[in-house]
């Protein structure tokens, strides 16, 4: 007789293995993956604790200084002092002071009152801790500062590792007492930033230019902890003039630490320190002693100058009125100085993107085309009466009663616009439009800084903007400068640099490089397409004009030079004014320098380019060769 219980596990035995086998594949399963997790994804889970527990802060490295041609410095950095703390450093005192709120909080509920919430008390917790660092601060210095930054929740979240300020922008005197009498071992400390510094102020402030905050998140990706959560002090960045345009330059590499930090985020420990390194300087062609000279020479009034180097196209000097001082836009620029720049409209760089009719100098442009075209020669001879009729409209010249008889030179040394009116409808617009093109006047000069093209008065240019048929008025308008013709006061010291060197076209620079060679091809130019004959002629006018004409007040005792000055109509706030045009270089036998000066009229009075603009080239001549230039 069997066993009873033996037929029970005997019966029961399949089930049995069923369920060990399950256990056991489960436990294999199991096995196999916590094997994988231990060993093959033993470098992904480390990275991975280290992303979790390891924070990068960057600093962006110190930007460049800028020099002019002789090195003296225009643009560098100074030192501004804050009075700061690091949460790491008060953390048992925000612990401690949370727990009081909570205890009183806590009490005061037994009395019905509302409790806040926890994040209420941290954050209050924070603002009492915070702000009794600022009251031993005015404490200290007697001063009475608030706190600079009072959302402590935002810089805890998204700054944490990087220093909370409490007084920001500390003079230097406020600094050495803070330096002298906070304890070493106070949470308080001093950290150093820097804001760009223009020790001439508003001197070339246009060309300079200015640094904005770096809203962007600065490019780290090649520096060490690139898949780390990142902190980053704000950078700056160019936002016009040479600070712009040499941003790559000037801009210092970024440095980086990265912290172990505990499960709160605070840190405890640097375990990578890579030093931010300062900018490389520039050295632009500038020469500050001229610039402050011509800068002065302006006074109150607006527009802009030019003074190139004739070989070179380099910019001595590039002066835009009204300016403004960039120290006041360092390190930001407040609602209040914006909006006094704006009234003032001083933002605008007038001698790189104001366009404006050039005017009497544009007639040297007249005269070549039409001694190209042979309309005219150095000896043609024309009547002056006071104006000229053109279609049914008498177009009226500069002296109201006329010039009488006068040959090429006498039309440029008096600027009788008869003569050119004239010249210009013989020689066609096509021709004259040609010959600027020639001069490259609706190219850019190449300056780095940027510019806007200048406009070269065609019949295809009017029907674009929408003005119709070109007539013969036009042309007219044309030849003297006026009309649809349009250039900025750099183009014009181009082309007065490019015709001082019997060349079409002047490359520009606004750096200095000692060792450029300057010749036709660096320039893009060719010959004037002028004979000796006709280009003395040009040239003898522009010598009369200094020594006689209407350039009389340019003149510089014992230097020969020649210029062409024009008087531009232009309505300003819808009502008609001026424009003071020059544009002159010297010496006559061995061209140095190329100036071209634009001064606006306003409402309050018009301009006359030989007596607003004579006296800023005579100034601009006086500076430039006293300092025994050669």
């Known amino acids: 007789m069997r066993n009873k219980s033996v037929d029970i596990l005997e019966n029961s035995n399949p089930r049995i293995r069923i369920f060990y086998m399950l256990f056991a594949l489960a436990f294999l399963i199991l096995a196999i993956v916590l094997g994988y997790r231990q060993i093959y994804l033993y470098d992904y889970y480390v990275e991975k604790g280290e992303r979790q527990s390891m924070r990068r802060v960057i600093e962006p490295g110190a930007r460049g200084d800028i020099f002019d041609r002789y090195g003296r410095l225009l643009v560098t950095n100074e030192p501004r002092f804050s009075a700061v703390v690091y949460f790491n450093e008060i953390r048992k005192e925000l612990r401690e002071e949370y727990f009081r709120l909570k205890k009183k909080y806590l009490a005061a509920k037994d009395s019905g009152a509302e409790m806040p919430s926890v994040a209420q008390i941290t954050k209050q917790a924070r603002a009492n801790v915070l702000n009794g660092y600022v009251d031993r601060i005015n404490m200290i210095l007697g001063s009475d500062y608030k706190l600079a930054d009072d959302d402590y929740d935002r810089h805890f979240r998204q700054k944490a590792l990087l220093p909370f300020p409490l007084v920001k922008n500390l003079s230097a005197r406020e600094h050495a007492i803070l330096a002298e009498r906070i304890p070493i071992d106070s949470p308080i400390q001093i950290y150093t930033d820097t804001s760009r510094y223009y020790p001439y102020g508003a001197r070339a402030a246009h060309v300079l230019g200015y640094v904005g905050s770096n809203v962007d998140e600065i490019d780290a990706s090649n520096i060490v902890g690139s898949d780390l959560r990142t902190y980053s002090f704000t950078g700056k960045i160019g936002k016009t003039g040479v600070e712009r345009a040499f941003e790559s330059v000037l801009s210092g590499d970024i440095g980086a630490k990265i912290w172990v930090v505990d499960l709160a985020g605070y840190q405890y420990d640097n375990v990578v320190n890579v030093k931010p390194k300062k900018g490389g300087n520039v050295v632009t062609s500038l020469d500050i002693d001229l610039q402050a000279v011509i800068e002065d020479s302006f006074g109150d009034r607006k527009g802009a100058a030019v003074v190139l180097d004739v070989k070179t196209g380099e910019v001595l000097s590039m002066v835009s009125k009204p300016d403004y001082d960039p120290n006041s836009l360092s390190p930001y620029i407040s609602y209040k100085v914006n909006d006094e720049i704006t009234a003032r409209d001083a933002w605008l760089n007038r001698a790189t993107q104001g366009r404006y009719p050039p005017g009497s100098p544009y ?62 409808i013989d020689a066609d617009i096509k021709s004259i439009a040609a010959t600027a093109k020639d001069f490259g006047m609706d190219q850019p000069t190449g300056i780095e800084i940027g510019e806007r093209r200048g406009v070269i008065a065609t019949p295809e240019y009017k029907r674009e903007i929408g003005y119709g048929k070109w007539l013969g008025g036009d042309t007219a308008n044309a030849s003297i400068g006026q009309g649809f013709v349009l250039e900025t006061p750099l183009e014009m010291a181009a082309f007065a640099a490019s015709l001082a060197r019997k060349q079409t076209r002047t490359k520009v620079s606004i750096i200095h490089d000692p060792s450029r060679k300057a010749d036709m091809e660096y ?41 062409k000055s024009g008087t531009a109509q232009v309505p300003i706030n819808g009502k008609p004014s001026t424009l003071a045009w020059m544009i002159a270089f010297a010496p006559v036998e061995n061209p140095q320098i190329a100036i071209c000066v634009m001064v606006e009229g306003d409402e309050t009075g018009d301009v006359a380019g030989g007596s607003t603009a004579g006296p800023i080239v005579r100034a601009a001549f006086e500076a430039y060769f006293d300092k025994g230039a050669q």
């Open 363 to 424: 007639k040297i442009i007249t005269a070549m085309a039409g001694l190209m075209t042979g309309v005219i020669d150095e000896n043609s001879v024309k009547t002056c009466n006071g104006g000229y009729k053109v279609g049914s409209r008498i177009f009226p010249c500069n002296k109201r009663y006329g010039h009488g008889e006068v040959d090429l030179s006498a039309a440029i040394a008096q600027s009788c616009n008869v003569y050119f009116y004239m010249t210009g």
């Open 523 to 563: 320039h893009n130019a060719v010959p004037i397409p002028l004979s000796d004959v006709h280009y003395k002629a040009i040239l003898q006018g522009m010598i009369d004009a200094v020594e006689k004409g209407t350039c009389r007040r340019s003149k510089v005792e014992g230097l020969a030079s020649a210029a």
